[in-house]
């Protein structure tokens, strides 16, 4: 059954309860569309319907008033859904349940929407707590299904909005386990912008004698909606970009949507329209839930006045501000370009569709053209240039690709404040995310405190009691010595006298040094009072007091500089020089093992090794190997060990000479 024409012009004639009329009245709706028209009256008698319209023209009020007036109004008792919408875009759940929200202002009805991205707590709360109708996606109402906090065995009102959206995207199996889990006696409606054969066989199988109400024009089936100015374009890939920018600067362009056929292209165009000054937002599935609901209130709020977005978005963006549509990207068929251009000219409204057809994509445009009787079987070949392009669109002569910085006044898509919604699965990153989102995060961020480090031994700090040995850093010559470098005894004295010298020390000879510690030896010990403290048994020995005079002798000696002082032991003034033999200062180097070994001490340089005679190396003619030449470790004595050919000559020899008894040895002496 078709319904042409429809009388009736307002909801209350159309047998509608005065609360659900009210409420639409005070959201100044008042006449209905030619799809309401029809399909109320009999949506209100409980048949099934086949809903077929323009996108845009009120479907969701065609089924929504009638499934929220047969719920009636809520009960306490009653806490089980008794309506279920479900679609194929959580965008689309999202209007849905706005507008049902809208009708039954006056009635209470609960309206719960359930849709993935979402956390389950509080949809599963809301559902303990009782709901009237349920809007939702397929795989997110079978999740809960499956964990029992949904049941649908009371249901009476079943609708599938776009029902071709949701073939296309593969919910047919769910849809049908959808249809096992409701009771069989219900209504049933399905409601869609065009009508492919699938849909036809999902109505035979599912519904009861359906009726079809079709609010169209006998032109073809999915027409375009006759508000929208439609404008199609051959031109290149390079050159998209530049004419999208010059379109935006359009005179009385309101907000506009750009359709791209793949995420990655979204991202791009967003990106390339944000460096040109335009205030752009981008959606699509790789978005999570939170980014994707704050770019469409972004764009709904005017915050920004372009969205970028993929087919996933077509549907259920209803936007009454939209005055341009581009198709960045040629649709893939005449659905998704009826449902495109449908975002623009919305409730009577008029609107400019633009398509970009490449020449790869020209044959698949010409069956769009052909199938919906268009009259762009082939497009006007066009460049960001062309004098058509101005004309056409209403573009001011001399604009350019960029924005002037006097005409950006949007707030753009940071001014919108992302929800947290408690988002499933791993978060996603926006693909081209903006320069003062990440200045802002970097505000946000609090500042880097230095880390506390702590000393402990055992596990145990010093604040718990135990006692913790830090190490006390000494400066010699203005370098620090940690303490197991310094000798167990160390004269006060001693560090006061390498303190008062310079920090740098020049390099002395042997000799110099073996004259410095000769000279410490013969002065005033200073050093010999801790040294018989240590070691008393130093003192015990008084024979060894005579050693020290022979102790630097032959140091002396080695002394170039203070070689002539033995001439000077004659004069008067050193002649009580041999008394001091006796005193009892000498009686430290005693304690050396040997008069030529002092006494270690750390201000000392350690004497160096001896030097141990190392095989003469061979340089070989390869850098990447070595080669020792081993030591000779034979003697003159040593024989010369015979080679292994003149041992079996000398054993042939001496079994020759045996055989014969000797003979012919004594032939050859002979």
């Known amino acids: 059954m078709r319904l042409r024409q429809a009388t009736l012009t307002t909801f209350r004639d159309l047998g509608v309860t005065p609360e659900i009329a009210d409420a639409l009245e005070t959201e100044g709706i008042t006449t209905p569309f030619p799809i309401q028209e029809m399909a109320l009256p009999l949506a209100l008698g409980g048949q099934d319907?086949?809903?077929q319209a323009r996108t845009g023209t009120g479907k969701t009020y065609a089924f929504g008033i009638a499934m929220l007036q047969s719920i009636g109004k809520p009960r306490k008792?009653?806490?089980?859904?008794?309506?279920?919408?479900?679609?194929?875009?959580?965008?689309?759940a999202?209007?849905?349940?706005?507008?049902?929200?809208t009708a039954a202002g006056k009635l209470g009805s609960r309206v719960l929407t359930v849709y993935g991205g979402r956390a389950y707590e509080p949809q599963i709360e809301a559902l303990k707590a009782g709901v009237d109708v349920i809007v939702g996606?397929?795989?997110?109402?079978?999740?809960?299904?499956?964990?029992?906090?949904?049941?649908?065995?009371?249901i009476t009102s079943l609708v599938l909005d776009e029902a071709d959206r949701m073939l296309d995207l593969g919910f047919l199996p769910d849809i049908e386990r959808i249809f096992k889990l409701i009771p069989a006696q219900r209504q049933t409606m399905l409601f869609s912008a065009t009508m492919p054969g699938e849909i036809v066989s999902l109505s035979r199988k599912y519904l009861n004698r359906p009726t079809h109400v079709r609010a169209e024009h006998e032109s073809g089936e999915g027409e375009a909606t006759p508000q929208v100015r439609q404008i199609v374009w051959r031109t290149h890939r390079m050159d998209k970009i530049e004419i999208v920018a010059r379109l935006l600067q359009a005179e009385g362009r309101g907000l506009t949507m750009v359709f791209c056929e793949t995420k990655r292209a979204c991202d791009m165009v967003a990106e390339q329209l944000d460096t040109r000054g335009f205030a752009v937002a981008a959606v699509h599935g790789d978005l999570g839930q939170g980014q994707r609901e704050q770019a469409l209130r972004a764009f709904r709020n005017g915050k920004i006045d372009v969205l970028v977005a993929t087919d996933v978005a077509a549907r259920g963006i209803d936007i009454d501000d939209v005055t341009h549509v581009v198709n960045y990207d040629a649709p893939t068929d005449d659905k998704t370009y009826v449902h495109r251009i449908g975002r623009t000219g919305r409730a009577g409204r008029t609107g400019i569709a633009v398509t970009f057809v490449e020449w790869e994509e020209l044959t698949r445009w010409k069956m769009i053209n052909q199938m919906l009787g268009l009259d762009f079987a082939e497009p006007v070949e066009t460049y960001s240039t062309s004098p058509h392009v101005f004309t056409e669109l209403n573009i001011p002569e001399g604009t350019k690709g960029v924005l002037p910085h006097a005409n950006r006044s949007r707030a753009g898509l940071s001014a919108e404040r992302i929800e947290d919604l408690g988002e499933t699965g791993r978060p996603r990153n926006r693909g081209g995310r903006r320069r003062d989102e990440r200045e802002e995060r970097d505000e946000r961020r609090p500042a880097r405190t230095p880390r506390q480090r702590r000393r402990t031994r055992g596990g145990k700090s010093a604040e718990e009691g135990t006692p913790v040995e830090t190490p006390e850093v000494e400066l010699v010559n203005g370098r620090s010595r940690k303490p197991e470098e310094t000798p167990a005894i160390i004269s006060a004295d001693e560090v006061e006298a390498v303190a008062a010298e310079p920090r740098r020390r020049t390099r002395r000879s042997s000799a110099e040094r073996a004259s410095a510690e000769s000279a410490k030896a013969t002065e005033p010990a200073k050093v010999t009072e801790p040294v018989k403290a240590a070691e008393p048994v130093v003192s015990a020995e008084p024979v060894k007091a005579a050693e020290p005079v022979k102790a630097p002798e032959p140091v002396k000696a080695a002394e170039p500089v203070r070689a002539p002082e033995p001439a000077r032991a004659p004069e008067p003034t050193r002649a009580p020089e041999p008394a001091r033999a006796a005193e009892p200062v000498r009686v430290a180097p005693a304690v050396e093992p040997s008069p030529a070994e002092p006494v270690p001490s750390f201000l000392t340089t350690p004497p160096p090794p001896a030097a141990s005679r190392e095989p003469e190396r061979i340089i070989p003619p390869s850098p990447f190997t070595v080669i020792f030449q081993s030591p000779d470790l034979a003697t003159d004595d040593d024989d010369i060990a015979p080679s292994a050919a003149t041992e079996r000559k000398q054993q042939r020899r001496q079994a020759r000479g045996g055989g014969s008894g000797g003979g012919g040895n004594r032939r050859r002496a002979g």
């Open 77 to 92: 008792n009653r806490k089980k859904p008794r309506g279920l919408v479900v679609v194929p875009t959580r965008e689309l």
């Open 49 to 51: 319907l086949i809903g």
């Open 137 to 154: 996606t397929p795989g997110r109402l079978l999740d809960l299904v499956k964990q029992k906090h949904l049941d649908l065995s009371q």
């Open 94 to 101: 999202h209007q849905v349940s706005e507008d049902l929200v």
